[in-house]
Every structure is written in structure tokens, then in C-alpha cells.
């Protein structure tokens, strides 16, 4: 009983989206098939330079009719509502970089005025609940102005996440899905993961920030489809060039620093063809190129030299199945 009433709810607070949606005009609420199988949407494809094209990072992945995002960065609120998802069953954190939460308090914010009234669980791995504070002490005066103005039509219960801190393992097993946190390379920062979505026999990996790695190559082991953060190195010798013929060492040894930590696209392609990947999505691009066919094209000249399966540039928005 308490299931139907709670299913009830949902359609209520759905329609209602739906309608004030179409007023705004603004997407209609995405029509869920719980007989559906697995696929991605890719909200946030670029890094923390300003790209007015790429959102940071953030992935939704679709098991039916569930919907969990992995990371909320910067600006990713707005292709959430583009893609007409206006509720969640869960958020997972790779790693506490503010380019991959950031975003979470204006996605729980838009929700409440939405009418979604309950807590959202948030899992990640150590670190979460420290985070996850944080960003909801930044909204504790606009939630009493709210809550003063509008009463009980406005959701506190949404923007109190609830929050979970796992090793990893196992970190969600029901009802054919299971979701399994692993292990990535990105030091100095740790913890760092990803994460692992078996449903009905297909398998999507998202990999969090990496380098390639072992452990990186293990959590991807078998994928259907591998959505990767990529670093082209070459398109990062013009730059280089520049700092260093400017006497910029700043500048020079922060490129450097930052390309030590992240997957390098032909690395990439050897791994994931190694490790039986059989599709590849790239996102979080590095550098952050702009959404055309002729930079995308150069973001990846030489992984088919290494890789025998599809490989897709992502853009904001984009949706891909395994």
C-alpha cells in the first residue's frame, strides 16, 4: 500500500512538472520504461575552464525507469532539465574535485520547487558527508525564505540529502541492478573512483577522473560501453610552448601537473581494447574542445590505431546505449 501511495505521488508531482514545464516552455518530463535497458546521458563534458558548450562533469545513467546521476558539476542543472529529468533515485561521487559536486545544490533546489518531497540518497566514497554539508549550509537561509514564504508547498526534505560513505564493493544491489564501486588513478587526490552498472546483462562503467592504470583496467574489464574522461597530450604543445617561450613557469608546470592525472586518449584505446571494452564515450575533455566535428576528429586521431570499437566525442546532452 504504502509502495502505491508512494508511486501515486510520483505521477502527481510528474504531471504537474510536466505542465509547468510546457508554460515555461521547457522539456516535458522524460517518459521512463521500466522494461527499458541501460543507457547514459552525458550533462557535463568539459573541465573547470569556462566553456559556454561543456558543463562539468556529470553523467546520468537510465536502468529503466531509475535515474542516478554520477557527479552534479557546474551548470549541469540545465541539461538535467533539458533531458526532461526532473526527480532521481540517487547520486554517486567519484572524487571531491568541485568541478564534479558543485552543481548539487541548485539540481536539489530546482527539485524542491518542483514538488520532489523526500531525501535523495548520495553515496560516494569518504569524504561525501563532509562535502555534501557543506553545500547545503550554503543554502540554509534560502531554504527559511522559502520555507517562510511558500509553507509546506516548498520540499525541505529534498534538501536535506542522505548521505552514505562506502569503500569499495558492492555499493547498491536491487531489483536486477547492481552498481559497484572501484578503485581509480588519480593522485594526489583520493579517494578516487568510479563506478561499475550491471543491468540485464549489459554492463556501462563511468570512470570518475584517472590516469590509466591497473586498477582502472579492472573496474572496466568486459564494459559495453566505457564512458572515459580523455586528455589529448598533443594538443597541449602549443601551449606548452607559449608559457615556456613567455618564461610562464607557472603556467608551464600547472599544463604538466594537471596532464599527469588524467586518462591520455591513446593510453586509453590500448587499455580499453586490452580490457574487451566494446564502445567508448569520452567526456570531461582535456583540453575542452569546441562541440564540432573537425575538433572532435582531432581529439581522437590515433585511438582506432589501438581500438577496434566505436568511439564517440561527447557533447552536452548526448544520449548513448551500450
Not at 44 to 63: D, E, K, M, S, W
Not at 64 to 81: A, E, H, I, M, S
Request: charged share 20%; with cysteine.
Amino acid at each position: 500500500m504504502r509502495k502505491k501511495t508512494c508511486l501515486s505521488f510520483v505521477a502527481i508531482v510528474m504531471v504537474v512538472s510536466t505542465a509547468f514545464a510546457v508554460a515555461q516552455g521547457r522539456p516535458q518530463a522524460r517518459a521512463l520504461d521500466p522494461d527499458a535497458g541501460i543507457s547514459v546521458i552525458l550533462l557535463g563534458t568539459g573541465v573547470p575552464i569556462p566553456n559556454p558548450q561543456r558543463g562539468t562533469a556529470c553523467t546520468a545513467v537510465i536502468a529503466g525507469d531509475r535515474v542516478f546521476l554520477v557527479d552534479t558539476g557546474r551548470n549541469c542543472v540545465v541539461t538535467l532539465d533539458q533531458a526532461g529529468i526532473f526527480d532521481l533515485d540517487a547520486i554517486f561521487y567519484t572524487h571531491y574535485h568541485s568541478d564534479h559536486f558543485i552543481g548539487l545544490g541548485e539540481i536539489l533546489l530546482n527539485f524542491g520547487v518542483a514538488g520532489i518531497d523526500r531525501s535523495i540518497p548520495v553515496l560516494g566514497p569518504p569524504g561525501a558527508v563532509e562535502v555534501v554539508e557543506g553545500i547545503i549550509a550554503t543554502y540554509r537561509l534560502d531554504l527559511q525564505y522559502r520555507i517562510t514564504h511558500h509553507g509546506e508547498k516548498f520540499s525541505e526534505a529534498v534538501m536535506n540529502p542522505t548521505v552514505t560513505e562506502h569503500e569499495p564493493g558492492v555499493v547498491l544491489d536491487e531489483d536486477g541492478l547492481k552498481v559497484t564501486m572501484f578503485p581509480v588513478c588519480h593522485e594526489p587526490i583520493e579517494p578516487a573512483v568510479g563506478y561499475r552498472f550491471e543491468y540485464r546483462d549489459r554492463i556501462v562503467v563511468i570512470s570518475g577522473d584517472t590516469r590509466v592504470c591497473p586498477d582502472y583496467a579492472a573496474g572496466a574489464e568486459g564494459a559495453d560501453l566505457l564512458v572515459s574522461e580523455a586528455e589529448n597530450a598533443a594538443m597541449f604543445n602549443p601551449g606548452l610552448a607559449l608559457a615556456r617561450a613567455a618564461g610562464n613557469t607557472r603556467q608551464f608546470e600547472m599544463i604538466q601537473e594537471g596532464m599527469e592525472y588524467h586518462a591520455e586518449t591513446l593510453a586509453l584505446a590500448q587499455m580499453a581494447q586490452e580490457a574487451g571494452v566494446k564502445k567508448l564515450a569520452l567526456t570531461h575533455l582535456f583540453p575542452s574542445i569546441p562541440p564540432t566535428d573537425a575538433a572532435e576528429a582531432a581529439f581522437i586521431q590515433g585511438m582506432s590505431d589501438y581500438f577496434d570499437g566505436p568511439i564517440i566525442v561527447g557533447r552536452d546532452g548526448m544520449e548513448v546505449a551500450p
